[in-house]
């Protein structure tokens, strides 16, 4: 069962594969991601950028999703029935134009909430729009405010988050094996800069033409990388399918390590 205590909050960072514009077997891997991360206990669980349809940036107009998709049913119904809150990665329907890189947030109660990514990579402009409001969701009494991808390349976002007493930064990311390392240290500078831990959900599946490299996890509010109490290998940090357990507890955080088999 979830945490019940104030203050304490489990984040389960989800990496899996991922398949091309095929939303009904992606959303089937992202239910048994959900499935597993109540089976430790998570009270949350977060997927990488458009976990739904992958990384492709040509598909997005084609697959765009309103806010009443059968996909989010069946996520809010999985939210519901393992009392949990699941931040999954998709493309959105913007009535204004090109659609956004976004995500749908389901909570317990059957709740939803949907954020459009506000910081655009270079191209990404050519197949969608940007948005223009934070995402601040509570859990537990612990304030987390989402990031999809480049928004945490720019400054005004993490500072955003830090005027929202954010407490938890999370990331749901598309992140190469060529730009993990400058991507990180941004990620680690936030977190020493603003004083809230930065969780990073990552994909390890080609997708959109880029080699991506899990390592899923996240940086403490030194800026140093969660390290596994079990100190055995991480297997996000090798691109295997995973979920990385994150609790944040009143006195500090601790990150476990479960594989998950799909």
């Known amino acids: 069962m979830p945490s019940q205590n104030a203050g304490s909050v489990v984040v389960a960072l989800a990496q899996m594969p991922v398949l091309r514009g095929a939303v009904a077997?992606?959303?089937?891997?992202?239910?048994?991601?959900?499935?597993?991360?109540?089976?430790?206990?998570?009270?949350?669980?977060?997927f990488p950028e458009l976990s739904l349809i992958g990384y492709e940036s040509d598909l997005l107009a084609q697959l765009a999703m309103s806010e009443k998709a059968e996909a989010f049913t069946t996520l809010s119904d999985a939210a519901m029935a393992h009392h949990l809150v699941?931040?999954?990665?998709c493309p959105l329907v913007n009535d204004g134009g090109k659609p956004y890189i976004g995500a749908v947030i389901c909570f317990p109660d059957g709740a939803r909430a949907f954020y459009a990514k506000q910081h655009l990579?270079?191209?990404?402009?050519?197949?969608?729009?940007?948005?223009?409001?934070?995402?601040l969701f509570t859990v537990n009494g612990v304030r987390i405010v989402l990031a999809v991808c480049a928004d945490f390349v720019h400054p005004a976002h993490a500072e955003a988050a830090a005027a929202q007493q954010a407490q938890i930064y999370l990331v749901s990311a598309m992140i190469?094996?060529?730009?993990?390392?400058?991507?990180?240290?941004?990620?680690?500078?936030i977190a020493r800069r603003h004083r809230f831990p930065v969780l990073l959900s990552n994909h390890i599946s080609r997708t959109g033409g880029w080699q991506t490299c899990g390592k899923s996890g996240g940086w403490d509010t030194r800026g140093e990388p969660l390290l596994p109490v079990t100190r055995h290998l991480v297997p996000a940090q090798n691109a295997e399918p995973s979920l990385v357990i994150c609790a944040l507890e009143a006195r500090g955080l601790e990150v476990s390590v479960a594989s998950v088999t799909i």
């Open 25 to 46: 077997e992606n959303l089937a891997t992202h239910l048994c991601c959900i499935e597993r991360a109540a089976e430790h206990g998570a009270d949350v669980v977060a």
């Open 86 to 89: 699941v931040v999954a990665g």
């Open 121 to 135: 990579h270079d191209g990404e402009a050519a197949y969608c729009a940007p948005g223009h409001k934070e995402c």
């Open 176 to 189: 190469s094996e060529a730009g993990y390392d400058a991507d990180a240290e941004l990620l680690a500078g």
